[in-house]
């Protein structure tokens, strides 16, 4: 009996896609639960698993568009599973492999060993002197040898000058002409078809830039104090949560905590409608090999550091390995994007529509900053806010803006929410 292997659902918007590569071989015998192939769409990227065990037949090929419900393989599950017994016996990790020692023949006898440079007694057919001392000492040293030269010395002996001579390399004559450089066309340009997810980025980012009229202010904001929160209690915070506190979630708290101060930014334009929103789910950017990517983690003003680290590290990991899922990418009030991570020093980052505004991260740097009237040394880094300006004024961005940067730069205000 054989089973079809068909393309899952994958939302509502989702009618097609990709299939990007398969991970198996058509004929191989499959596993439940194996990753088959790897399935691309405008919105996330995903694997399709084996529901039973067989022999699979492939019957899309790779690169191929497919549709939602699709047959792209059938497993014959009456095909036997290969005899694993046959295979070699795993080789323990600690023991080491002996090396192949081919044996010798019988009776080889060992072959007399060959002088590195011509004896002065091998010099007879070309001079009937023996070579000086010096000259012995040339030939040693150069490695010439001096059966295949003509002694230009008194009665035709070879001198140490003769030798030497020849010891010196070839000159190399310059080319006259410039070497021809022959470029093959075909390898100058490559063309490939972008994916349905890249596409849609494209797409998103360009409306982004035509429906809103976006504007973006900038600030900086000393990270001394959440440096030393994290060194202070990283330890005691990894033995209880078994994970490592970062710097996302205090942006993420810091960003919340914004939001119910300034609650015009928590707000979206819908026709001739501004709908303010009473929640708080915050996207957080993801870079994977396939494009960006922007979960959510949600009701971040209900959650602890340890629960929103837990969820953003789940999901950059999910997102990464193309198991993220629709739900991941659905809601969200706001964005942050991490540009620091790549070494962005500043950068002017576009709203994740309908959104209406992002903050983007960017890399740490001691700058010489005034503090009670001395110049010191403090590691800095700029925040950049773009906002859609039909719905937010500057001075609630500014605002928002510098919430941010009194919380990160006194996070104990974030604990009394002032």
């Known amino acids: 009996m054989a089973t079809e ?96 020692v081919e044996p010798a023949p019988a009776s080889s006898p060992e072959p007399d060993p060959q002088p590195d440079f011509a004896s002065p007694t091998e010099n007879s057919e070309n001079s009937k002197h023996p070579l000086s001392p010096a000259a012995q000492k040339a030939a040693k040293e150069t490695g010439v040898d001096t059966s295949t030269i003509s002694g230009t010395g008194k009665d035709g002996r070879i001198t140490k000058g003769d030798i030497l001579q020849q010891a010196k390399p070839t000159p190399r004559v310059a080319s006259q002409t410039a070497p021809t450089s022959v470029v093959d066309p075909t390898t ?74 300034v609650p015009e930014v928590n707000a979206r334009i819908e026709g001739d409608s501004v709908v303010s929103q009473n929640y708080y789910d915050i996207g957080v950017a993801v ?33 990464r390995e193309g198991k993220i899922e629709m739900k991941d990418l659905q809601g969200g009030v706001f964005t942050i994007s991490n540009g620091g991570i790549y070494g962005s020093m500043l950068s002017t980052p576009i709203i994740n529509h309908p959104q209406p505004a992002i903050l983007g991260l960017h890399n740490i740097q001691e700058r010489p900053v005034v503090c009670d009237g001395e110049i010191v040394a403090r590691p800095m880094m700029y925040l950049a806010l773009s906002y859609d300006h039909r719905l937010i004024d500057g001075k609630e961005a500014v605002t928002f803006l510098i919430k941010i940067k009194e919380a990160i730069e006194d996070p104990s205000r974030l604990l009394f929410g002032i």
């Open 188 to 261: 100058r340009e490559t063309r490939k078809k972008m994916s349905p997810l890249r596409r849609k980025i494209a797409e998103h980012l360009v409306a982004a830039t035509q429906e809103a009229a976006m504007l973006t202010t900038f600030n900086e904001v000393d990270m001394s104090a959440v440096m030393r929160l994290r060194k202070t209690h990283q330890d005691a915070f990894v033995e209880k949560h078994g994970i490592k506190l970062g710097f996302m979630s205090f942006f993420t708290k810091a960003v919340t905590h914004a939001l119910q101060a």
């Open 287 to 319: 870079g994977t090999p396939k494009g960006l990517m922007v979960p959510v983690v949600h009701d971040c003003d209900h959650k602890n550091f340890a629960e929103i680290e837990t969820d953003i590290l789940n999901y950059a990991k999910a997102a």
């Open 5 to 100: 292997v068909k393309i899952p659902a994958m939302g509502e918007s989702i009618s097609s896609g990709i299939l990007a590569a398969w991970q198996v071989k058509d004929g191989d015998y499959v596993k439940v639960g194996q990753a088959l192939f790897e399935l691309e769409t405008d919105k996330i990227t995903s694997e399709g698993s084996a529901e039973v065990a067989g022999t699979i037949t492939l019957k899309v090929s790779a690169d191929e568009e497919v549709e939602i419900g699709q047959v792209v393989a059938l497993i014959d599950e009456s095909a036997p599973a290969p005899d694993e017994s046959d295979a070699p016996a795993a080789r323990p990790e600690n023991e080491v492999k002996p090396e192949a």
